[in-house]
């Protein structure tokens, strides 16, 4: 059993890879301390999690939010979002 250590996990997330969303799993114990880091607060501790209840519970969730793509309407808001139009929503 493989175990990693968990720092944090954000379900969802527009700006970590560009034109993307992406589930964004921080681990801890990263040893280089820049004095910059956006994630000190989750270098240090443990919190050991068996891998594979980890991938378990990602695909999960990724499958939860692919969910919500399924809807016309929000795809029909992204769209005109992306568009620069008003949407035309169909109560779909």
């Not at 560009?18 to 919190?47: D, E, H, W």
């Not at 005109?80 to 779909?92: L, S, Y």
């Amino acid at each position: 059993m493989v175990s990693v250590n968990l720092g944090d996990i954000v379900p969802v997330s527009t700006i970590d890879w560009r034109g993307k969303t992406a589930m964004v799993i921080f681990l801890r114990g990263c040893p280089l301390n820049c004095i910059y880091c956006q994630n000190a607060q989750i270098l240090a501790g443990s919190n050991y999690v068996n891998l594979e209840d980890l991938e378990a519970a990602s695909n999960a969730e990724a499958d939860k939010f692919s969910n919500l793509w399924n809807y016309r309407d929000l795809m029909e808001g992204i769209t005109a979002f992306n568009e620069r139009r008003r949407p035309e929503f169909k109560g779909e």
